[in-house]
């Protein structure tokens, strides 16, 4: 295992699921961590998790949506760790519906935070990763590879992350800057409790199965592992990897089944 003794990682996103399972592996691991998010208990409860490893910790709240919140959080984390190694840029959520029944708006709040808001988080942290020679990784998903119905405006964030990756892994690279797109199925998360307006409801039933979803600390596992290594890339999950596969080599296929998927659900309302 990697030892990541005085490295620090800065992880937006870090108050549940799959940004806190990666900031408790980079400490696992002897990173320092920074914590930002809105939901300060959130993050404070973490922040004594990560110091029990022997782990420094520090919590910021932070909102990707607010340039001045990304640009404070640099400042803090330089001034109280003078370095940034990795920047993982995990803040996100998801809005569902059929493309006639949104309005621009569900559209623009999407945006707002899973493109906007990793591009801020880019942006803040940019010349700090240069300076260290770090690591960019940008959370991507599954769905920026497959367009399923009433998911829109999530699939639409994510293809133009998975483009800004790309973009930046040729920019970075002249200042040895690694850049990774991280690309996970169904992970056990709080995302799917998440409602279009970004707003948390703890008792909303996951409707994904859990034997199709994958733990959050094996996710985190692998998702470590893959920004340490500078792989281009990361797709996780079984079921993720089949239908990135299938739609590099059979989109046909994919197209197909995301049509009946698009029937069913039209049958199921009509009933």
């Not at 990304?70 to 940034?84: D, F, M, N």
């Not at 803040?124 to 990784?137: D, K, M, N, Q, Y």
Request: contains cysteine; proline residues 2%; charged residues 25%.
């Amino acid at each position: 295992m990697a030892k990541l003794n005085g490295k620090v990682a800065f992880i937006t996103g870090a108050s549940s699921g799959i940004g806190a399972a990666m900031a408790r592996e980079f400490a696992r691991r002897g990173a320092d961590v920074v914590l930002l998010a809105r939901r300060w208990e959130r993050l404070e409860a973490l922040a004594l998790e990560v110091r029990a490893r022997g782990r420094r910790a520090l919590t910021i709240r932070c909102d990707v949506t607010s340039d001045e919140d990304l640009e404070k959080a640099v400042e803090t984390t330089l001034e109280e760790y003078g370095r940034i190694d990795w920047v993982i840029a995990n803040a996100g959520f998801g809005v569902a519906g059929a493309v006639h029944k949104l309005a621009t708006e569900d559209y623009r709040r999407q945006f707002e935070t899973n493109i906007f808001g990793v591009l801020r988080t880019v942006q803040a942290t940019r010349e700090a990763l240069i300076e260290s020679r770090g690591s960019l990784a940008i959370m991507g998903s599954v769905m920026s590879y497959l367009a399923l119905p009433v998911s829109s405006p999530y699939s639409m964030s994510k293809h133009a992350v998975r483009s800004l990756a790309g973009s930046l892994r040729a920019e970075m690279d002249k200042y040895g800057v690694g850049v990774t797109l991280l690309v996970p199925g169904f992970v056990n998360s709080e995302i799917r409790q998440v409602d279009n307006q970004g707003q948390h409801h703890e008792a909303a039933r996951d409707r994904i199965p859990n034997w199709l979803s994958m733990d959050t600390d094996k996710a985190a596992n692998k998702l470590v592992k893959a920004v340490i290594k500078r792989k281009r890339e990361a797709v996780i999950t079984g079921h993720g990897k089949i239908v990135v596969f299938l739609e590099r080599h059979a989109p046909w296929l994919t197209a197909f089944l995301a049509r009946k998927l698009g029937i069913s659900q039209r049958r199921q309302r009509d009933d």
